[in-house]
């Protein structure tokens, strides 16, 4: 059953087997704009074939594709997160959003 989008419904799919697993640039699309649309998102491999109800063999692929596009990076300890939370800027950009969001502010200011 199509979903309003147009793309199949994989609900009603086996997870995790060939003919249930979209394109590779479907695969990036959707990898990408989860970590897009998550910043803080960090995930090991097994929990990213999960939340993306693919093999962990082709996720593991993916990631590491993604990694080597710089699009994603992985931590000492083995998650993968989005690479450009690892820039001085963007830290500061997401740190400087949140403390505005708690209602955070420097004495003086």
Known sequence: MPLRSGS???RRHERGT?????SRTHLTSMIV???REMP???LHANQ????FGLQQS???????DLVAQGKLRRTPDGQFVR?????????????????????IT???H
């Not at 060939?18 to 979209?22: G, I, L, V």
């Not at 830290?91 to 949140?98: F, I, L, Q, R």
């Open 48 to 51: 990213a074939a999960r939340l």
């Open 58 to 64: 082709t996720c593991a692929v993916v990631l590491d």
């Open 18 to 22: 060939a003919t249930s697993e979209p």
């Open 8 to 10: 199949p419904d994989r």
């Open 83 to 103: 690479a450009e939370l690892d820039s001085p800027r963007m830290a500061a950009a997401m740190y400087s959003a949140g403390r505005h969001e708690h209602g």
């Open 33 to 35: 704009g989860t970590f």
């Open 106 to 108: 420097r004495r003086g």
């Open 40 to 42: 803080g998102l960090s």
